[in-house]
């Protein structure tokens, strides 16, 4: 026992000593660091909609066609501050029609526009946030539409709020989640679509 004492007093010396040294040769860590003014964000999402697609027929009644929406987003956020990020986001939308001899697949429409996000804490790897955005494109049409006398084709405004939360797997790499209600229309404020979404995608950080 006195020798396993004097072996586990060398060790530790040893360690105490030579510690430092590799601090010194070797390169130095970094954990995940804060998002500062200088950090710019890009991101990648995609996501399926189930639609519904309303058409008047002769009798007045109304015949559904059941479809399937994927949206593809891609996002740019710059960080003005450690909680306030601003930039935009643009959207590649496809669809697919799996009706009873009448499959289809296509380009559905597109979408650009700006967006705001807010990080309510200084936390750096689990990070909550909030986020306002809005999309001006043709063809977007989301969500079951409120009137039959536009069904999503055209010029579009859609303007949507998410809440959700990113993870920081590494510095300059993560995972988020969010989720939350869009308005769409061709107008401004009357929307004729309402949809919640869901999305999963991953995140890369730019420092510079």
């Known amino acids: 026992m006195k020798h ?3 072996l586990l007093f060398l060790y530790g010396l040893c360690i105490v000593s030579v510690t430092p040294a590799f601090a010194q040769t070797g390169p130095p860590k970094k954990g995940i660091q804060p998002l500062r003014s200088d950090v710019g964000i890009n991101g990648f999402t995609a996501n399926f909609h189930g639609l519904s697609s309303f058409t008047n027929l002769e009798n007045d009644t109304l015949h559904t066609n059941g479809s399937a929406n994927l949206e593809i987003v891609f996002h740019d956020v710059r960080m003005m501050s450690q909680r306030l990020g601003v930039g935009f986001q643009v959207l590649g939308s496809f669809y697919t029609n799996s009706n ?3 499959s289809q697949f296509g380009i559905k429409g597109w979408g650009a526009g700006p967006m705001v996000r807010v990080y309510p804490f200084f936390t750096n790897r689990f990070q909550p946030y909030a986020q306002a955005e809005a999309l001006f494109g043709d063809n977007m049409g989301v969500g079951k539409l409120a009137t039959t ?3 999503g084709k055209g ?3 859609r303007l949507g709020m998410r809440a959700g939360f990113a993870y920081r797997i590494i510095n300059n790499f993560g995972l988020f989640v969010e989720g939350g209600p869009d308005w769409e229309s061709g107008a401004l404020f009357k929307a004729d679509a309402r949809a919640w979404q869901l999305n999963i995608g991953f995140d ?3 420092f510079k």
């Open 4 to 6: 396993f004492g004097l």
């Open 100 to 102: 009873p001899g009448h």
């Open 149 to 151: 006398a536009n069904r």
């Open 155 to 157: 010029f579009r405004v």
């Open 204 to 206: 890369i950080y730019r």
